[in-house]
């Protein structure tokens, strides 16, 4: 039986509730998200992914519905106990990466182990099999600023993996990225989900990637509009 990473229950949420441009953004969101899945959310612009991927990331708290984190009802939990879980069990990859510029890439994926308590040289040793992964390993030693935009979303994405979350979220993960490369941090992904078990929530306009994944949902008007398996 697979366990359930992530439970969105009657997910509703409205930007500036209670004023006069109250916008209802998610009019109820139910999604089950099992160990070792990723699931693609496709949906039109301002359809309300980000908001989302916010709140399955616990980086909202003013929402209704329930999010269960591995069984556990996080929309009930205290502020500590929400920065925990996100420390310790959630990735995320953004679509603006916020490198930590007075660092190298290595360094950027191996300070997020040392602050989760994580031996340096298992760190590191971690970070060089991220950035092998997805073709970047060569540019270890190098600051974010003397990378390409590309290559530094590909950092991102090692660092998102860093501490082995349980569930990754990524919102286009491999947007500005072109197709061999693309690739490349798709098939990591893959083959990381196949072998940790993680589970991806992933916002992607990408139908091809999207129908590359274990099911799409399709994200329309605040509703989830069309589930194929
Ligand atoms: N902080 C906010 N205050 C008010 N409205 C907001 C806020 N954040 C988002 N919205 C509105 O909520 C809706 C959903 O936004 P969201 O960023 O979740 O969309 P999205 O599906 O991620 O879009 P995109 O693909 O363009 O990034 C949009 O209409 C947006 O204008």
Known sequence: MNKMVLS????????NYGTEQAIPVLKGIDLELPAGKVV??????????????????LLDDEYGGEVHLSGQDMSRANDAARTAARRQEIGFIYQ?????PEFSALENIVLPQLANGTPRRQAIDKAMDLLSRVGVADRASHRPAALSG???????????????PRLLLADEPTGNLDPATSEQVFSALMGLVRETGMAALIATHNMELAARMDRTIRLDAGRISAKAS
């Open 8 to 15: 969105l229950r009657k997910i509703k949420k409205t930007h």
């Open 96 to 100: 603006f990466h916020h490198l930590l």
């Open 40 to 57: 693609a959310i496709v949906a039109p612009s301002g359809a309300g992914k980000s908001t989302l991927l916010h709140i399955a990331g």
């Open 150 to 164: 590309g290559q530094q979303q590909r950092v991102a994405f090692c660092r998102a993996l860093a501490n082995s």
